[in-house]
């Protein structure tokens, strides 16, 4: 056809003609060849893009396992250097209905996040709003459990729902995800706060308590009471609890979480150590020292933090005016280190343990008017320097 003609072609033949390229290369050596096909590919871009690298995918790919078709197109497109917005969403929208045939596969839920981007980018909200509401209706339907490309679709559907200020609809997915994620994954505890950030905004507040409480039932039967999971969202409820001054409840469930941990272990004695502040906090002396008797009963000699545990628990039997329990605890610590001193009389470690515990003990003495008697231990634990 000679070149002159193509000025007197009707628009729809020269749509015809752009479109009978099979890849974007051929395509960008057709349109630079004359204006008229510039022009009328630039007044119908969207639809001629999307044409074209539909069928350069489908020619060039055809035989290839959908995953090397995916990724080379994707790869294909970021190459591709151009500003107008539309064109990202034409080469986006290509392979997007043989792709959403595949949905809820990780290759789809990729693609679809990618094509809402470009769509809201592009300020196309409806065709945003269309593409949300139908990729994750599919996939809320076939999946029981997401991975994190599913996940990654359902942010970038919560997205599109807060741009165009359907606020509710928002709130109602970010609730529905939180049922489709495992609670041994990260993603649970991470959307889950997510969660709670939003009723935060959207003033929700009284969603909140009832969330941390699920959130902490769940990961405490999945993953167990001592997990960090479970002990994360404990910590939660409890600052809650605080932040609204309700310092019984707090208190409460601090003790509770408490008691579910192995007294062997940091956890139980970390746990402890912040009850027991909480108590002192509150003006519950008594209760306070209930649980340093807790914990001393589970520690020994052998164990680290023995001798300050002690220290403080003799502290509080003082200070709620038992000097008689105070001496006692002191003496029984002297007595237990002794033990085991005797049964390694040349260890450094215990003879530095026996020191302390002496010293320890003899201050009880004079604090009680025993003064011979804490002469004489301090003169054993003198002997007993390293």
């Not at 310092?247 to 746990?271: C, H, K, N």
């Not at 001393?296 to 220290?311: M, N, S």
Request: with cysteine; glycine share 4%.
């Amino acid at each position: 056809m000679a070149v002159a003609n193509l000025h007197t072609l009707d628009s729809d033949i020269l749509f015809e003609i752009l479109t009978a390229c099979d890849n974007l290369v051929t395509l960008r050596n057709l349109i630079l060849t004359h204006p008229v096909l510039y022009h009328t590919f630039n007044n119908r871009r969207r639809l001629i893009l999307r044409t074209v690298l539909r069928t350069q995918y489908h020619v060039h790919f055809l035989r290839r396992p959908h995953e090397h078709k995916f990724g080379e197109t994707h790869s294909s497109i970021l190459l591709i250097k151009t500003s107008n917005v539309i064109d990202r969403v034409a080469l986006r929208e290509a392979p997007w209905p043989e792709l959403k045939r595949l949905m809820p596969e990780v290759l789809s839920c990729k693609w679809a996040s990618w094509l809402l981007g470009s769509y809201n980018q592009a300020g196309l909200q409806d065709e945003a709003l269309l593409l949300a509401r139908e990729s994750i209706r599919i996939m809320l339907a076939k999946c029981k459990i997401l991975v994190s490309e599913q996940s990654a679709l359902a942010r970038a559907v919560i997205r599109t729902y807060t741009t165009a200020n359907l606020q509710e609809e928002a709130l109602e997915l970010d609730e529905a995800i939180l049922q489709h994620l495992s609670p041994r994954q990260p993603d649970y505890s991470v959307w889950a706060k997510q969660l709670i950030t939003t009723y935060q905004k959207t003033g929700h507040d009284d969603k909140i308590l009832p969330l941390q409480l699920k959130c902490w039932e769940t990961c405490k039967t999945c993953a167990g009471a001592a997990s960090d999971y479970a002990l994360d969202w404990a910590r939660s409820i409890i600052r809650g609890y605080q932040l609204k001054g309700e310092d019984a409840q707090a208190i409460a469930f601090q003790e509770t979480v408490r008691t579910l941990l192995d007294p062997r272990t940091p956890q139980y004695i970390a746990w402890s150590r912040q009850l027991i502040q909480m108590h002192q906090k509150s003006n519950q002396p008594a209760e306070a020292l209930a649980v340093t008797q807790s914990v001393w009963r589970h520690l020994g000699p052998e164990t680290k933090g023995y001798r300050p545990w002690t220290a403080q628990l003799s502290e509080q039997y003082d200070t709620l005016g038992r000097p008689d329990d105070a001496l006692a605890v002191v003496e029984a610590a002297w007595t237990a280190i002794g033990v085991y001193l005797a049964r390694f009389p040349n260890d450094i470690a215990w003879k530095y343990q026996a020191r302390g515990a002496g010293l320890m003990l003899a201050k009880a003495y004079r604090r009680h008017q025993r003064i011979d008697e804490a002469i004489a231990l301090e003169v054993k634990c003198k002997a007993l320097s390293v």
